[in-house]
């Protein structure tokens, strides 16, 4: 294995711990605020000032990036996102342990803050570490597990460590994900040029420049079919991180999750090792395939008979799961064979800020629209007979019927897009 490739697993490791102790964190205390008023707004107010951070702050990282060392950047976020824990831990456990929801808001936009520099910075870094060919559209498949397992476990784990350890042992794993992950950039061999500042032929921005450039990029063709898969993907996968888990708890009860994570967690290793080894137009293949196949599961999850067939449920858990790396990592692939590496760091930032905004608004979606609107609507008596008994009224179908939904917007979107995500791979941004 040569030092890049070193780089690369020590980075990707430290990226993953702190991601997941950052997302459970975010649960955790989300899950501890809402105990103490029971008001589900304090736990969708937390969620809210993340995102909304990360969505403003990517902007700014992204035009001055490519300018900073890399391994600077990454050691002073992940210093950062550690003090925040620290100051957290000490308002929220400290005396009465009767803290103003501002001050708690602020220290979780600056952790936020912290950890999307992470990501753009480690993103943006995969092709000048593997430089390119099989060895990063390997990187770029480990790379989606930093996104995709921590989506498919911090829900369950923040919920089960706030449950267990209380906001203690919350906390306390928020704080060590960040010294690891700050371990894990000093112990990696860096390559001697990624230590010092980046040359980049852009000229320093203005106030309103990040924003410019990226429209800049959006007219840029090869650039708007990832861009809007990607904005697809990430709405509809944000809308089931919410939607799936309430399905699950209200139609079959909290002991199935068990068997869902356990699931999970096999159908995501599955899509993984699928990934790694499949060759180049294999990969393309499984990427097609892919996002279909979600999207005919989720179609089928808004129907009351797949609810009634157990083995079928579980199969479609693995099988949902086993597609996620394939397309997160085909998304990923794509974006670093179509961005010349300078440019990474603003793309990255029109990528992620569009993705997170979406995730945003599924948020959003999920909790104050499927209850008020959907609910009242599936019980409405003027639909054909037909139709609520093909989608059903008992507890937690409102979710179902919202994930069937967004099956259909994963399906319209992969559908528009599928040529000229082929015509990219065709050339020279073949996988």
């Known amino acids: 294995m040569s030092a890049s490739q070193r780089t690369f697993r020590w980075l990707w490791l430290g990226q993953l711990i702190s991601n997941l102790g950052t997302q459970c964190s975010l649960y955790g205390v989300g899950l501890w605020m809402f105990s103490r008023q029971e008001r589900l707004a304090d736990f969708a107010l937390v969620a809210l ?39 957290l831990a000490g308002l929220l456990l400290g005396g009465d342990g009767a803290a103003g929801l501002a001050p708690v808001l602020m220290l979780q936009a600056v952790a936020a803050m912290a950890e999307a520099a992470l990501v753009l910075s480690f993103s943006t870094l995969i092709p000048l570490l593997m430089g390119g060919g099989e060895a990063m559209a390997r990187a770029n498949g480990l790379f989606a597990t930093t ?49 010092k500042p980046v040359p980049t032929p852009l000229a320093s921005p203005g106030a309103e420049a990040p924003w410019r450039l990226m429209r800049e990029r959006w007219e840029q063709p ?9 904005s697809a993907v990430a709405l509809v996968y944000a809308a089931v991180e919410v939607l799936f888990p309430a399905w699950v708890v209200l139609a079959f009860g909290a002991q199935r999750m068990a068997a869902v994570l356990l699931l999970g967690g096999l159908g995501y290793a599955t899509g993984l090792v699928i990934w790694q080894g499949a060759s180049g137009s294999g990969r393309w293949r499984w990427f097609g395939v892919a996002p279909v196949v979600q999207a005919l599961i989720l179609m089928g ?40 590496a300078n440019d ?30 959907l609910q009242p609507a599936l019980v409405w008596p003027g639909w054909p007979a037909w139709l609520p008994e093909a989608l059903g009224q008992g507890p937690g179908r409102a ?9 259909w917007v994963l399906m319209l979107s992969w559908l528009g897009q599928r040529r000229p995500l082929a015509a990219l791979t065709a050339g020279r941004c073949g996988f």
């Open 49 to 87: 000032v993340v995102q909304l951070a990360r969505i403003l702050v990517v902007p700014l990282l992204g035009a001055r990036l490519a300018r900073w060392p890399r391994q600077a950047v990454m050691l002073v976020a992940n210093l950062a996102g550690a003090l925040c824990t620290l100051a």
């Open 147 to 195: 996104d995709g397992l921590v989506v498919t476990v911090a829900p369950f784990l923040g919920a089960w460590l706030g449950g267990v350890g209380g906001l203690r042992g919350v906390l306390a794993l928020d704080g060590l994900s960040f010294l690891v992950a700050m371990a894990c950039v000093l112990m990696a061999p860096w390559p001697v040029v990624l230590r």
């Open 222 to 230: 090869r650039l708007r079919a990832p861009l809007l898969m990607g």
């Open 301 to 340: 999850a808004g129907l009351q008979v797949f609810e009634r067939m157990a083995a079928l449920w579980f199969a479609a858990v693995w099988v949902f799961t086993a597609m996620l790396p394939l397309v997160l990592a085909g998304l990923q692939t794509l974006w670093c064979r179509s961005v010349e």
């Open 344 to 373: 990474l760091p603003q793309v990255f930032a029109l990528r992620y800020s569009a993705e997170w905004l979406l995730r945003l608004l599924a948020f959003a979606l999920a909790a104050f629209a499927v209850d008020p609107l």
């Open 399 to 407: 979710m179902a019927v919202a994930m069937g939904a967004m099956g």
